[in-house]
């Protein structure tokens, strides 16, 4: 069944994951190869009326991938507003870290995505956090040359 389960969540088969999810809820925080949940990968794919329905099962919102990376930080970078604000509306917590010790806020702002960061601010994220190589937010978007968002990360310092 687990495995049924990832390849409808990769062909994008609402009807087939609730199929599955209804007669097997415990499904919801299985893993894949890569440590990917069904949220996770749901939400890598920016399948975002998906991840509505998996989200609605018994599962560690914040459960993260074999790098470390939540469900949230991936849709911080990849700049799925909807996404963010419905993982965060869930209860996903903007300040956990990867195992390189980034948040979905750091990521958001390497890859300059400005709506995701304000949302992000908006519940809370902390822009004082540091990865392991002891950048915060802001320093990754003055690398990348994001005045703006440097600007909105050092006003929530």
């Known amino acids: 069944m687990k495995k049924e389960l990832f390849a409808a969540i990769r062909e994008n088969d609402e009807k087939q994951v ?7 809820p415990s499904l919801a925080s299985e893993t894949d190869e890569r440590g990917f949940t069904p949220l996770l990968l749901a939400s ?4 975002e009326r998906l991840s509505e329905i998996i989200i609605q099962y ?15 930080m991936g849709v911080s970078f ?4 909807g996404l963010a604000s419905l993982l965060l509306k869930h209860g996903a917590n903007p300040d956990k870290t990867n195992f390189n ?9 390497t890859f300059g995505k400005e709506d995701i960061i304000s949302l992000l601010l908006k519940h809370h994220a902390n822009a004082s956090i540091a990865d392991d190589s002891g950048n915060t937010a802001a320093d990754h978007a003055k690398m990348r040359g ?10 929530k310092k």
């Open 18 to 24: 609730t199929s599955l999810l209804d007669e097997n």
């Open 44 to 47: 890598y794919f920016g399948f």
């Open 58 to 72: 018994p599962q560690d919102i914040d459960a993260q991938d074999a790098s470390g990376n939540t469900a949230l």
């Open 78 to 81: 990849k700049g799925h507003e």
């Open 101 to 109: 010790g980034s948040t979905a806020l750091i990521f958001a702002a």
């Open 146 to 155: 994001f005045s703006n968002i440097v600007s909105l990360l050092e006003s």
